[in-house]
């Protein structure tokens, strides 16, 4: 109620707004053991995500009335893929294929929520861990996602801040049972798209590459940690926002150095 005591000058009410919707979810899905360490598997899917009254709110900028038109984001995925038991390895690998409609997004260039045009979302992922010995394990990750306006002005273009490449590599060394575990992970995220580049004529976010350490247990009712993040201390940022006209023009928001931490906890 902009004419509240004690309301600030500038507020304005919103519109009145009066909709009816009626947003549907379903899933279904299928997995068979082809024989005892292959099981292949697939899923279909419609999803949903309503906007909540702070994201409706904030759809349109300060001074003008909030008007609540954001529309419900609706997904339909499809998913196939397959996975591997054998001895100490296990392998999953599965492609998918996600068209969404409206989704929404805070654009940063207004400070106010969105519905984008039509976006699709498709690529292939794949998991892997294999125990060495009792003691040591061995995982990875590895997905590749084309991520692309399939509507609109921008039809074909790619979404901001959606990287294609990602992928990991750690070990797991149980040192001494539970009471000491070493882990160290590889971390690699590849170059994507600035904040508000929907035409894609700015430079990327470059790729960066992370290490990380931890060594941690459990004694009884006590759990214990010491981390390291960023190891080797590399200079990256993962997010900014481009200029939407001048060419090379963006604010960046770099992440901190090497990171230590240590945890000590008890469980009741």
């Known amino acids: 109620d902009a004419k509240a005591p004690g309301v600030s000058s500038g507020l304005v009410a919103a519109l009145p707004y009066d909709d009816r919707d009626t947003p549907w979810a379903l899933h279904a899905g299928v997995e068979q053991k082809v024989f005892d360490p292959l099981t292949l598997f697939g899923r279909v899917g419609r999803s949903m995500r309503l906007p909540n009254v702070d994201e409706r709110v904030g759809a349109t900028a300060f001074g003008i009335p909030a008007t609540f038109v954001l529309k419900t984001q609706t997904s339909r995925d499809v998913e196939a893929g397959a996975r591997l038991k054998w001895q100490g390895l296990?392998?999953?690998?599965?492609?998918?294929?996600?068209?969404?409609?409206?989704?929404?997004?805070?654009?940063?260039?207004?400070?106010?929520?969105?519905?984008?045009?039509?976006t699709r979302r498709h690529g292939a992922e794949g998991l892997a861990s294999y125990r060495v010995l009792d003691e040591l394990a061995l995982r990875g990750a590895l997905a590749y996602t084309r991520a692309e306006f399939r509507g609109g002005t921008n039809?074909?273009?790619?979404v901001p801040l959606v990287s294609r490449w990602t992928s990991s590599?750690?070990?797991?060394?149980?040192?001494?049972?539970?009471?000491?575990?070493?882990?160290?992970?590889?971390?690699?995220?590849?170059?994507?798209?600035?904040?508000?580049?929907q035409r894609n004529f700015q430079p990327r976010i470059p790729g960066h590459?992370?290490?990380?350490?931890?060594?941690?247990?459990r004694v009884e009712f006590l759990n214990w940690s010491f981390s390291v993040q960023n190891l080797f201390d590399k200079d990256y940022f993962n997010y900014g926002i481009a200029s939407a006209t001048t060419y090379g023009t963006y604010n960046a928001y770099p992440m901190p150095g090497r990171t230590y931490m240590g945890r000590l906890g008890v469980r009741f």
């Open 90 to 118: 296990d392998l999953q690998a599965s492609g998918y294929v996600m068209h969404l409609e409206n989704e929404i997004h805070f654009s940063s260039a207004t400070s106010t929520n969105i519905n984008l045009d039509p």
């Open 155 to 158: 039809r074909g273009r790619e």
């Open 209 to 217: 590459q992370l290490v990380d350490l931890r060594l941690g247990g």
């Open 169 to 197: 590599l750690g070990a797991g060394w149980d040192i001494w049972g539970k009471y000491a575990v070493l882990d160290v992970d590889w971390r690699y995220v590849g170059s994507r798209r600035l904040d508000n580049d």
